[in-house]
């Protein structure tokens, strides 16, 4: 399983911003999706999952962000609005052939993306 992430950039605060992952593979299997995000000089934190039918968020970015998915395209998406300074990171996404629900461990995801830089400027 390969994942592919893109739509990251440069925004100003208050912006918004679509993060897409795509997944490829001969057997891809995936249940649950997530992103994660690494800021510079801290370390890698959880963001958003989703599960079959559930979603999980940071609560920093509760009400701001959005999961979704396209499972005919195996595909993720995270929606990013009223974006913060603090948002400012690189964005990875993972997915799990293992768990059904929406974890935020790191450690539960079984495939990483390449990463994608997120730049919120004032």
């Known amino acids: 399983v390969q994942l592919q992430a893109s739509g990251g950039g440069l925004v100003q605060s208050g912006g918004s911003l679509r993060l897409t992952c795509a997944g490829s593979g001969r057997e891809y299997r995936v249940y649950s999706m997530g992103w994660f995000r690494q800021a510079p000089g801290k370390e890698r934190e959880f963001v958003a999952a989703?599960?079959?039918?559930?979603?999980n968020y940071l609560d920093p970015v509760k009400g701001r962000f959005t999961i979704s998915r396209e499972d005919a395209k195996n595909t993720v998406y995270l929606q990013m609005n009223s974006l913060k300074l603090e948002d400012t990171a690189v964005y990875y996404c993972?997915?799990?052939?293992?768990?059904?629900?929406?974890?935020?461990?790191?450690?539960?995801?079984?495939?990483w993306g390449q990463g994608t830089l997120v730049t919120v400027s004032s």
């Open positions: 993972a997915a799990s052939g293992r768990h059904g629900l929406p974890t935020r461990y790191a450690t539960d995801y079984d495939y």
């Open positions: 989703i599960g079959w039918s559930r979603t």
